[in-house]
């Protein structure tokens, strides 16, 4: 095994600081630093068996706990690129994806906690020669024609998304993590998975998923960090005699998708604790932070992460919107797409999609480049709607998207606002835009809703947006 693969190295002195430390703990099971390096040289083992090469590409799939945490760095001993895929994923997407990127097999766990190296499942899926990558870990993400591809990530640029996140969150060692982020997604990796492997950070399991389990986790196992998404936030607030927060937990942190400025506010009014925002992307880790919080208050998801450059990039002079393009440089950076390459990733620099402005040092998220909306050769930026209409009574989401229009000629503004039913009438969405908004600009189809769908990750699901109807 060559000495040059600092995420086994890393571990390594970790275990022998102390192998007997828990490293995943729940309010009824442990798991040792020992006990997961052993499942990971026996994983190594069965790679090998199985004629997995170094530099091969293997899928892993695994829920949250020591198998997930055992498979990646049983591949990494065996200097096998891993690529992360949820493993909720149907098995027909699964195929879809191994067989565009190349892999030479997939590695399940169906087990947070595996008594043993039998509680793994070795397929090896390669009909040809499986593709080859130097990365560490391959993140999954999908190009603007909607097929697979990979995000190739070394190990140095994991390493060190988690020295610049740990510095500017203000975790240390002794923190304990509340880890229920899928391990396979981009936010878990960097918030969950690489503090441990790296620096032996203690996570927190819950025992099963209702929603009040993370908080009894919480309490029994005294995390002290809570990676969460707004989506759980939100649903806090719904629940109408919720837990109290427990003690231990110092600082709440929302990543994944946009925390509304409502929700930010009625959280820190009914728990007295403000919501950290956070702002990353696969191809780079963490851009921002908001240090402070109640940074979802003022509009911001803070200031750059330290080791971060973060710039805005103007728009030519006749594009359309508010705010410059978001340009990221990084130790943390990825190497670049897989299996294609894409200048938008590449020499430690990723060009978002995002729009941005600048507002007292912090960064203000305006819109995305591919979210504009053109009507009839005129350009809307539908955070600027959303804007407007966050403004009316009832509304307690928004979400605006461009639709097709009816004849073809182009696109029109869709408005999809959750709010309490019987609350709000499209007529009165319609009323409030006028005088408010430019005529283009007023949403053509209203359709209101209890809850903004979202996807397993949190995020808004844009495609329900599109088919529902007015």
């Known amino acids: 095994m060559r000495s040059t693969r600092p995420l086994v190295e890393a571990f390594r002195r970790v275990v022998a600081r102390d192998a007997a430390a828990p490293l995943i703990v729940s309010p009824t099971r442990s798991c040792s630093a020992g006990e997961i390096s052993d499942l990971a040289r026996a994983v190594e083992g069965r790679l090998f068996e199985k004629a997995i090469e170094p530099e091969h590409v293997v899928a892993l799939m695994a829920p949250n706990g020591a198998g997930f945490v055992a498979g990646l760095l049983g591949l990494r001993r065996r200097g096998v690129a891993a690529l992360l895929i949820d493993h909720r994923t149907p098995p027909r997407e699964v195929t879809r994806i191994v067989d565009r990127l190349g892999c030479g097999g997939v590695l399940r766990c169906p087990t947070a906690w595996p008594e043993g190296v039998d509680a793994f499942e070795l397929e090896t899926t390669a009909t040809g020669e499986p593709r080859r990558s130097e990365a560490a870990v391959i993140k999954l993400s999908s190009g603007s024609t909607g097929m697979p591809r990979g995000i190739a990530t070394g190990a140095e640029a994991l390493i060190a998304d988690d020295a610049q996140l740990s510095r500017s969150m203000d975790i240390d060692d002794t923190d304990r993590l509340l880890a229920t982020v899928p391990f396979s ?7 969950l998975v690489l503090p441990l492997v790296a620096r032996g950070t203690v996570l927190v399991l819950p025992d099963s998923a209702t929603p009040f389990d993370p908080l009894l986790a919480a309490i029994d196992c005294a995390a002290t960090i809570f990676p969460t998404v707004p989506a759980y936030v939100a649903g806090l607030l719904r629940i109408g005699d919720p837990p109290p927060i427990p003690k231990s937990l110092r600082r709440i942190i929302t990543a994944g998708a946009p925390l509304a400025a409502e929700t930010a506010a009625r959280f820190r009014e009914r728990f007295d604790r403000s919501v950290h925002v ?36 103007e728009l030519d002079p006749d594009s359309p919107g508010e705010g410059g393009r978001v340009v990221v440089a990084s130790p943390s950076v990825a190497s670049g ?33 591919n979210d504009i909306i053109n009507v009839k050769g005129r350009k809307v930026n539908p955070r600027e709607v959303e804007k407007i209409l966050a403004e009316l009574p009832t509304v307690e989401e928004v979400r605006v998207l461009g639709i097709a229009g009816p004849r073809s000629d182009g696109q029109r503004v869709r408005a999809v606002i959750a709010c309490r039913p019987g609350s709000l009438a499209a007529d009165e969405v319609l ?29 808004v699901d844009v495609a329900a947006l599109a088919q529902l109807r007015s």
């Open 431 to 459: 009323g409030w835009c006028r005088g408010r908004l430019s005529d283009y600009k007023i949403p053509r189809s209203v359709v209101l809703v209890e809850r903004i769908p979202r996807t397993d990750r949190g995020k």
């Open 278 to 313: 956070f702002y990353g992307a696969s191809e780079c880790g963490g851009i921002c932070y908001d240090r402070e919080g109640g940074g979802a208050e003022r509009g911001t998801v803070g200031e750059p992460v330290e080791g971060v450059t973060v710039r805005i990039e």
């Open 185 to 191: 997604h981009s936010y878990g990796l960097s918030s």
């Open 337 to 369: 797409y897989f299996p294609e390459s894409d200048d938008k990733l590449s020499g430690g620099r990723y060009r978002t999609d995002d729009l941005a402005v600048w507002h007292d040092g912090s960064l203000a998220l305006v819109g995305r480049i």
